[in-house]
């Protein structure tokens, strides 16, 4: 087994159609079709069902799929590394951190690595806790800012933890102030507030409904389905209030009013993962490190 018949295998899978995963390999499609055959005589099985105009995966196909991609991209890893100079002088890390991490804590990190590594290559995603876990597992990723406890237990990663975050309350300065005018806010507070409401798998809404619910009500969403921006761009516009992290207040805290939350309050873990199995790049390694020092 090939890690060309691997990328060839997995370019088929993707667009279904073997002259167009030739010409995205930039092959020709009788050797594409040639090394595919003999992936399939190397495994013993039929990787694809082969109708005119109609390509699916056969179950082995299925089941080599999740499989050649990590693989693909742990050889893409090793490449990289490898290709690393001396001093960190080049490479690439691949980051994951959700939208409001995006915000809050690490631009300040990013200006740092940068300024001290500037041929470094930096690459962001965002997303919510879910899909970085998955992307990590599948190789995508290097590193990950995600939040604890993770929504599947996943004995093929590491988590180190980073920081504890208080949460706030958010609102426009020409709403009427929450709780009355208090200088701290309770939980059921908001019972009857309107709440600018972030999209289902974003970790801040999963973290509110439940602490709505165990006050022993349902939170009422004026509007609901956005990612961090928008929601405080709602917010500034007077449509609701919003549960935000304090430092994604205190970075975005113009045209917004933040009341903290009463204590106990709401607080969420926020932890740096990366995959157990594989070491990550020496780039990463050392990003983790100006994380874990900060």
């Known amino acids: 087994m090939q890690l060309q018949q691997l990328q060839y295998f997995v370019a088929v899978a993707e667009t279904r159609h073997f002259t167009r995963a030739a010409e995205a390999v930039h092959v020709a499609q009788p050797s594409l079709s040639q090394q595919i055959k003999a992936l399939e005589r190397e495994l013993g099985a ?3 069902l082969r109708a005119r105009g109609n390509i699916t995966l056969t179950d082995a196909g299925e089941a080599l799929l999740p499989l050649a991609r990590r693989i693909l ?41 940068h300024d001290r590594y500037p041929g470094i290559q930096l690459l962001i995603e965002e997303g919510g806790s879910h899909d970085l876990v998955r992307e990590l597992a599948r190789g995508a990723l290097d590193l990950a800012l995600v939040v604890l406890p993770l929504p599947t237990a996943s004995p093929a990663l590491t988590t180190v933890e980073l920081l504890r975050e208080d949460l706030v309350v958010v609102s426009s300065p020409e709403s009427p102030r929450p709780g009355g005018g208090r200088r701290a806010v309770r939980i059921t507070d908001l019972e ?29 969403f004026a509007v609901e389905g956005g990612e961090m921006d ?26 917004l009013r933040v009341t903290p939350l009463a204590r106990p309050g709401l607080h969420r873990t926020i932890a740096l993962a990366h995959r157990s199995d594989v070491a990550p790049p020496r ?12």
């Open 46 to 48: 039929d990787l694809f």
């Open 73 to 113: 991209a742990d050889a893409d890893t090793a490449r990289h590394e490898v290709l690393e100079l001396a001093q960190l002088r080049r490479g690439r890390v691949r980051l994951g951190a959700t939208p409001s991490l995006c915000t809050g804590l690490l631009p300040d990190v990013l200006r740092a690595f």
């Open 192 to 220: 009857g507030e309107r709440l600018v409401m972030f999209r289902h798998g974003y970790d801040l809404r999963e973290l509110t409904v439940a602490a709505c619910r165990s006050a022993g009500f349902e939170p009422d």
């Open 230 to 255: 928008a929601v405080l761009g709602f917010v500034r516009a007077g449509l609701g209030m919003a549960v935000v992290p304090r430092m994604v207040a205190a970075r975005s805290g113009r045209g």
């Open 283 to 294: 780039a990463a390694r050392e990003l983790q490190r100006m994380l874990l020092e900060r």
